[in-house]
T-cell receptor, first 113, second 115 residues
Framework: NAGVTQTPKFRVLKTGQSMTLLCAQD?????MYWYRQDPGMGLRLIHY???????AKGEVPDGYNVSRLKKQNFLLGLESAAPSQTSVYFC????????????FGDGTRLSIL | GESVGLHLPTLSVQEGDNSIINCAYS??????FIWYKQESGKGPQFIID?????DKRQGQRVTVLLNKTVKHLSLQIAATQPGDSAVYFC??????????????FGTGTQLKVEL
């Protein structure tokens, strides 16, 4: 039972490069989320999705795009990476019926030089 | 604005003692709270949750207390073990318009268990 799987686990980019972070869940959850975690701060919501084909902005969406083409996958894209996007990125999912705890992956550690 | 804060950034306890981690929240409309444990290099792991119609909930070695009058939440860990060493986050959950839940996290409390 894998739960929420994030790839890659680590990545180093140069300013201006683009990349996509992949989140996959095998729990048939409806809702999926992308967060970033910075030192001394809690997790902040970037974007989320309440179902296949739908996405919405969270607290800190600027500089990121997302797509949910398949229910089990939620992709986070950086079109032109900036040093301020150096962070640890976490994906989470919930069943979506009622308020339920979110299940998290183990994160992607991203450094932008 | 809404915020979730923790009283202490670091808590050190002796193995076998009970631990109490506190959390203050500011949004009186919040109706669901979650405690997460995060170990180094891992994602947050669900520990226990509580809804606003309750003031106490118990799990295995953990208890969460909710005081809505003063907007305070606490996590109690009984007989703390070395494996409990981690950062603990209180998260305030609110439902979003159109669906989905938003978690607002505090900055976390580092629990250190001394042998």
């Amino acid at each position: 039972n894998a739960g929420v799987t994030q790839t890659p686990k680590f990545r180093v980019l140069k300013t201006g490069q683009s990349m996509t972070l992949l989140c996959a869940q095998d729990m048939n959850h409806e809702y999926m989320y992308w967060y970033r975690q910075d030192p001394g701060m809690g997790l902040r919501l970037i974007h989320y999705s309440v179902g296949e084909g739908t996405t919405a902005k969270g607290e800190v969406p600027d500089g990121y795009n997302v797509s949910r083409l398949k229910k089990q996958n939620f992709l986070l894209g950086l079109e032109s990476a900036a040093p301020s996007q150096t962070s640890v990125y976490f994906c989470a999912s919930t069943p979506g019926v009622l308020s339920q705890p979110q299940h998290f992956g183990d994160g992607t550690r991203l450094s932008i030089l | 604005g809404e915020s979730v804060g923790l009283h202490l950034p670091t808590l050190s306890v002796q193995e076998g003692d009970n631990s109490i981690i506190n959390c203050a929240y500011s949004n009186s409309a919040s109706d669901y709270f979650i405690w997460y444990k995060q170990e180094s290099g891992k994602g947050p792991q669900f520990i226990i949750d509580i809804r606003s119609n309750m003031d106490k909930r118990q799990g295995q070695r953990v208890t969460v207390l909710l005081n809505k009058t003063v907007k305070h939440l606490s996590l109690q860990i009984a007989a703390t073990q070395p494996g409990d060493s981690a950062v603990y986050f209180c998260a305030e959950n609110r439902e979003l318009t159109g669906g989905g839940n938003k978690l607002t996290f505090g900055t976390g409390t580092q629990l250190k268990v001394e042998l």
